[in-house]
């Protein structure tokens, strides 16, 4: 489904990815890990186009996306979730679900169906989004990913400071999407999410994949937790 291969690249003179390549395929969610710096949120980034990569390719379905302009990449059916969700804080719920709809021209039967997945919004749409509580943003951040009806969804630690039911929410969508072929990259820091959530985890240091091991083949009390992420 996505497939980087030998990326490069960074900010200015700054390089930040060194030969990232990792793979994920439909109804896989693969975690990446790793310290703080070591390049994840730049990965997505430059997936989305956000990050102009100098090497390497990066492939959807077989067809190079790198290169592409940052608003064409959610065109192609990746939906994105940045870290720290950022959402148009001046609009409402409503409108931001519309921006999601509109990505790729999608309609009421998709609104409808992303809002079943969280009822707590459709009571809500009138409401400015900065209103919400963070738990409510990161919902509508995921949300707004959803209305694209994407192939392919990259999570920056959406759990990141939230409660455990909205934690737990998060989890379940991610799961619900998994059986739908979704192909998701999470980027998560706490291991027993990861454990509980992921068929895959690539643990990156400077900017490429370290190692890449099935879940089912690791426990939380792993080496590669310890070494890797630091916890
Ligand atoms: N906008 C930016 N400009 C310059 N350097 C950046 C920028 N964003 C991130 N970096 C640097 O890139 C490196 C990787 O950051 P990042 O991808 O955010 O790591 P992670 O998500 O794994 O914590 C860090 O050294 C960080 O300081
Ligand atoms: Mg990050």
Redesign the pocket.
């Known amino acids: 489904m996505l497939k980087l291969d030998g990326i490069e690249a ?3 003179a ?1 390089q ?1 990815l060194r030969g990232l390549t990792l793979s994920v395929a439909a109804g896989e969610v693969l975690c990446l890990m ?10 997505l ?1 430059t997936i989305m186009g956000q990050v102009r990569a100098s090497a390497g390719t990066i492939e959807l379905d077989g067809t190079r996306i790198d290169g592409l302009p940052a608003h064409e990449v959610p065109r192609y059916g990746i939906g994105y979730v940045p ?1 720290g969700r950022r959402l148009f804080g001046d609009l409402t719920v409503a409108e931001n679900i519309e921006v999601g709809l509109m990505t790729r021209g999608r309609g009421a039967r998709v609104r409808d169906h992303v809002l079943d997945l969280f009822p707590r919004l459709r009571e809500r749409m009138g409401q400015m989004s900065r209103t919400l509580s963070g738990g409510e943003q990161q919902m509508l951040a995921i949300a707004r990913a959803l209305c694209l009806e994407p192939k392919v969804l990259l999570l ?1 630690e959406p759990t990141e400071g939230l409660q455990p039911s909205m934690i737990a929410l998060i989890r379940d969508t991610v799961v619900a999407l998994k059986k739908t072929g979704v192909a998701t990259v999470l ?1 998560e820091q706490r291991v027993d999410a990861a454990l509980s959530v992921a068929d895959r985890i690539a643990f ?1 240091v400077g ?1 490429s994949v370290a190692e890449t091991v099935q879940v089912g083949d690791l426990t939380s009390g792993a080496p590669q937790f310890i070494s890797y992420v630091g916890v």
């Not at 790793?34 to 990965?43: D, E, H, L, Q, Y």
């Open positions: 960074g900010y200015g700054v930040v790793g310290r703080n710096g070591a390049g994840k949120s730049t990965a980034k870290q920056d980027v990156m900017g």
